[in-house]
């Protein structure tokens, strides 16, 4: 009885300290949840702006929780390869059935994406702009959630008295680790710079690994001698509550990404496979049920191999020449019925600049694709609704900077930097690393919305997951091992296609290579 009434304490303490009070019920509730979530639970709170916590509190968050762990996967069987069949046998006429997708016009709706009209010369005080933009969005999100709006300039806190609690909000300028391996950071916000030095529990010290250099972060201590000691911090971050949006109507969208058109090792095959399932021409009576719900084709990038992407290219290439390639691609994607509605962006091998954000594909390389009345030519990241569902596309470049960035994330498990970059609101937060980066007087790449859908590609292997309430996607591609893959072990996962239920949020996963990646 004693013991059970010192870790009662114990977790009223825990409460406490972040100004929640917790009622006599609610103590007994918490052994239903996992003590591993209750910072996560702390958060819920505080957003909710709760002071007195019940049960229906806690019931809240179980509810939500348990909504959004984990995405609804389904794993449908590969499908057969009929090697008889020709591309005019694939988009034969199928008025006979009935077509969902085709008695609905395409609810599209872009949002925050960048024009040509938009694009700045790339001076200094085009970068200064572009932090300037940043930082302003960022600090709003902080000032908008009740856990964080009360924090200061950086000015502010250097003029308070030694020992004073002070919290800010600022830039990561530099990231450093004592002889003992805490944290120091330099903040910088508009006003002034600190130093912050991280040290406290095991648990703190697991958090702090996975801030970055260049991203935004609101940070509690007390204060030194010209320096923070930090007890605290918190990304920008995804609301652990909020509404969700569904399509009203039963439709679909599919995710792909990384064809790669022109390269020795794109499996057109199967490809062609996946075009014929689109016309509700193969697959079990479920499989093409599915198919018949389709609305919208989503393509993150590398639509092509390119030309020159990396040094003697050429000897990887089947068709040598990029007009040829995206010609190739043209006469693929126009066998897509014209009931879907297919939206491209670009990835780093394509014919676009490669500092980020990317315009859309230049129309000299590709003039028959923009012919195509079905089709929308975006920039990458591109953010928009698909029948009231938000979506943002990013072909994935920055995956590696995160790699690179926090310890324990791999180049092969695309979700974990996905998760990150939903947190930090952020696709690339870091400048000078692996992602170009171009300066334009707005933050193209920040993601100042709340998405149901974020796809990414880039590393050709499929992943998926969920984050409150944000169904992660990474479509793998349609190219088999590459020689740098080789080297780097790393095994992709080539056509396995992922299909988003507008209205449920179901992702059901579809099979057009056989195991090895093959036809």
């Known amino acids: 009885m004693g013991e059970s009434d010192s870790v009662n304490k114990e977790i009223y303490n825990l409460f406490l300290q ?138 502010e806190a250097l003029r308070s008295k030694k020992g004073d609690q002070v919290s800010v909000v600022g830039m990561i300028t530099e990231k450093n680790e004592s002889k003992k391996g805490n944290l120091i950071l330099t903040v910088e916000d508009d006003t002034a710079r600190i130093k912050v030095f991280f040290s406290g529990s095991k648990e703190l010290d697991e958090q702090v690994k996975f801030i970055m250099l260049d991203e935004i972060i609101w940070i509690k201590g007390s204060l030194g001698d010209g320096i923070i000691f930090g007890k605290e911090f918190e990304f920008p971050d995804l609301p652990i509550s909020r509404e969700v949006h569904r399509s009203e109507v039963d439709l679909c969208s599919v995710h792909i990404s990384d064809i790669h058109v022109g390269s020795n090792a794109f499996l057109e095959k199967s490809f062609l496979k996946f075009i014929k399932w689109l016309n509700v021409r193969m697959g079990s009576p479920a499989q093409r049920e599915l198919a018949s719900r389709v609305k919208y084709l989503v393509i993150a990038g590398d639509l092509v191999d390119g030309v020159g992407t990396y040094p003697n290219q050429e000897k990887d290439l089947k068709i040598l020449d990029v007009y040829d390639q995206y010609d190739r691609l043209y006469e693929l994607l126009s066998m897509v019925p014209d009931w879907i509605r297919i939206i491209m962006s670009p990835g780093n091998h394509d014919a676009t600049r490669n500092g980020e954000p990317q315009l859309p594909v230049e129309k000299q390389y590709a003039e028959k694709l923009y012919e195509l009345p079905n089709v929308d030519m975006v920039p990458n990241p591109s953010f928009f609704e698909m029948n009231g569902v938000g979506t943002v596309i990013y072909h994935g470049t920055s995956i590696y900077d995160f790699v690179e960035g926090i310890p324990g994330i791999g180049h092969d498990k695309p979700v974990p930097a996905m998760k990150e970059m939903l947190r930090k609101r952020h696709l690339a937060p870091v400048y000078g690393g692996k992602t170009p980066i171009s300066p334009e007087d707005k933050d193209y790449l920040l993601i100042d919305s709340y998405p149901e859908i974020f796809h990414t590609g880039h590393i050709h292997v499929n992943g998926y997951g969920n984050y409150r309430g944000t169904s992660m996607i990474n479509s793998g591609g349609w190219q088999a091992q590459t020689d740098y893959q080789k080297m780097r072990n790393i095994m992709p996962t080539p056509g396995r296609v992922p299909i988003f239920d507008l209205k449920t949020h179901k992702i059901s996963i579809m099979g057009f290579c056989n195991e090895n990646g093959g036809y």
């Open 18 to 155: 972040n100004n929640l009070i917790l009622t006599v019920n609610s103590v007994d509730s918490l052994s239903s949840i996992e003590k591993n979530k209750y910072s996560e639970l702390i958060e819920f709170l505080k957003e909710k702006g709760k002071v007195f916590v019940d049960d229906n509190d806690l019931g809240d968050f179980k509810n939500c929780n348990k909504e959004k762990e984990s995405p609804l996967l389904e794993e449908k069987e590969n499908l057969e390869v009929d090697s008889e069949d020709t591309e005019s046998d694939i988009k034969r006429s199928i008025n006979a059935r009935r077509i969902p997708a085709k008695e609905h016009e395409a609810e599209i709706k872009f949002t925050k994406n960048i024009k040509s009209e938009n694009v700045s010369p790339g001076s200094i005080e085009d970068f200064v702009r572009l932090f300037n933009d940043r930082y302003a969005k960022m600090k709003k999100m902080f000032r908008e959630r009740p856990s964080t709006r009360d924090f200061m300039t950086v000015s």
